[in-house]
């Protein structure tokens, strides 16, 4: 018994070797998770506001946004806002963005974005705030985000 435990953790082992250097052979060539264009909309103390980007996976395997984290703000969440029947728009929380392997997901007005609720302080245009994000497989991301005019984004004005 001893004997087969042993052969079963060697193969364990070899499994893992070779997962691992396939791994490392696509972050010498890729970036990971790459954020294009983040910006997040001007908001009043109390208030709320939101972000949004373009996530880019330079990975050869899928990945997901999964965690949303600011200290400007009493909360962080992943939205999705989306018209129903009726021709309102609401906005409903996410568990997670995928970001399709060698793709990207568009984080923009009317769609995901990362809601931004309860503001501790103004975010004025020219402001930076700072934002994390965690990723399934890549890890936690530090970014600091510029605060912009939001005459086209919506999302969460009238609401919570
Ligand atoms: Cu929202």
Redesign the pocket.
Known sequence: MKKFLSVLLIGAYLLSACGNSAMSGHNDSGEGIEVRGVWARAGMAGG?S?AYMTLVNHEAQDDALVGVSSNVADAV?I???AMDANGVMS?TRQDKVIVPANGEAELKSGGY?V?IIGLKQDLKVGDHISLTLTFEKGGALNLTVPVQDSADAM??MD??
Do not use: R
Request: hydrophobic share 40%.
């Open positions: 709320n939101a969440e939205h999705l806002s906005m974005h809601m999302d969460g609401m919570h």
